[in-house]
């Protein structure tokens, strides 16, 4: 455990409550946040300090677990008050543009039209993108995407970043997790699967996908942290919450995109998920560094850290 937990300084505090209207967060939100985001952020401090490089911090959560705020609340704090500079990336920035899924459904198997599993990102992009943030010194083009739309953002909309930076947050709903075994395949975890994946190629595709390019990008990660659902029940629930909050945000903007879900889609959606879902909240509590425990209400309930090569202070 770090010798001390710092407290977050006015300015810290401040741009957290901004954070937290401008992501419409619950108010028990910013509560959480000053019991359990300090303790990770020394750690990570130290952990930046030791290596004395660029560190790239993964965040593993399954859908609506709240990744994308816990990488802002983070990097706020690493930027103001410890004055490390910070970009956050997700994962779902290095999605596959709409046509190019199109083309894979056609190609490989029809469910890859869907974004989401492993082999619909452009990992050698998400390679690039980490190693020119630790190592070049000039301007570098963050990629991104528009789920509203469903589809890459156009390079005028793309924001910049100054290189080399201090901290590289990489956030997503499989950061970390490993593949599965074979003879786990083999049984549809859902209808999704045992109706349009009756063979098991796609999930088949996918682990091997998840198997290849994916770990040399999770090896890049110094540390991991995992913000751990309590089941696999509770995300359905919470993804429609971030897709109407998703919503909220284009009707009050140009008005919705045609990448807003229904219920009944999200469902769907979900489905796509759910095999790699419930085989890292199996697998990764025991391999990630940092475990912040989720409970039913969407409250961080308890962390837990793990001793090994990264952190030594435990």
């Known amino acids: 455990m770090p010798a001390t937990t710092p407290t977050p300084d006015s300015r810290v505090f401040d741009q957290w409550q901004s954070l937290a209207r401008t992501e419409l967060l619950p108010p028990q939100w910013l509560a959480d946040t000053l019991q359990y985001v300090p303790e990770l952020v020394a750690r990570l401090v130290a952990q930046q300090s030791r290596q004395q490089q660029t560190m790239v911090v993964g965040i593993n959560g399954a859908q609506g677990t709240g990744k994308t705020t816990l990488a802002k609340t983070i990097a ?69 995407f528009d789920k509203a739309t469903d589809d890459c953002l156009p390079h005028a909309r793309r924001q910049h970043t100054r290189a080399p930076r201090d901290v590289i947050i990489l956030e997503g709903w499989c950061i970390g997790v490993p593949p599965q075994d074979i003879d786990a395949l083999i049984e549809p975890v859902n209808t999704l699967e045992a109706e349009e994946d009756a063979d098991g190629y796609w999930r088949r595709h996918v682990n091997d996908c998840l198997a290849g390019s994916y770990q040399d990008l999770f090896a890049c990660i110094d540390y991991l942290v995992m913000l751990k659902a309590p089941s696999f029940d509770c995300i359905q629930a919470w993804r429609s919450l971030q897709e109407s909050k998703l919503a909220a945000r284009q009707a009050a903007g140009d008005g919705a995109g045609s990448g807003i879900m229904t219920p009944d889609t999200i469902m769907r959606f979900i489905q796509h ?14 391999q990630a560094d940092a475990v912040l425990c989720l409970d039913a209400e969407h409250r961080i309930c308890a962390s837990n850290y793990h001793y090994n090569s990264h952190d030594n202070n435990h």
Not at 76 to 91: A, D, G, N, P, R
Not at 100 to 111: E, F, S
Not at 119 to 139: C, E, F, N, P, Y
């Open 273 to 286: 998920y759910e095999r790699l879902t419930r085989h890292a909240l199996s697998t990764l509590p025991e």
């Open 76 to 144: 706020i704090m690493l930027e103001s008050q410890f004055h490390l500079k910070t970009t956050v990336l997700s994962l779902d920035d290095f999605y596959l543009s709409r046509q190019t899924r199109q083309q894979l459904g056609r190609d490989v198997h029809p469910l890859l039209t869907t974004r989401g599993v492993p082999g619909t990102h452009d990992i050698a992009q998400a390679i690039a993108t980490v190693q020119q943030l630790r190592s070049t010194t000039d301007d570098v083009v963050l990629p991104g």
